[in-house]
């Protein structure tokens, strides 16, 4: 069984930070390609930022130069620092996370999401 379990998400005014993290667990043996997606109140659900396991980062147009996604291999985490805000950035967050368990099969995982609201 794995896990992935996030946290940070919370109320924000306008222009405010957010640092979200996500702390995969269970039974792992390699955690590849980890990122953060959100879904937005009528919205589909789309790709934030993603980061591979060696540190190469993608980030969709409308939050480049505002977040920032890292990894801690050593804790297989990780996190979304999210400066800048806007009200449109109210989302429920998602972290994802390719995982090889420790019996060999390759999933994809999902957190359970964290609300972020961003007040205007």
């Known amino acids: 069984q794995v896990q992935l379990v996030e946290s940070g998400g919370g109320l924000v005014q306008a222009g405010g930070s957010l640092r979200l993290s996500c702390a995969a667990s269970?039974?792992?043996?390699?955690?590849?390609?980890m990122g953060w997606y959100r879904q937005g109140p009528g919205k589909q659900r789309e790709l934030v930022a993603d980061i591979t396991t060696v540190g190469s980062t993608n980030y969709a147009d409308s939050v480049k130069g505002r977040c920032t996604i890292s990894r801690d291999n050593a804790k297989n985490t990780v996190y979304l620092q999210m400066n800048e805000l806007k009200p449109e950035d109210t989302a429920v967050y998602y972290c994802h996370a390719q995982i090889m368990t420790r019996f060999l099969n390759e999933n994809d995982y999902w957190g359970q999401g964290t609300q972020v609201t961003v007040s205007s």
């Open positions: 269970g039974n792992i043996f390699t955690v590849y390609d």
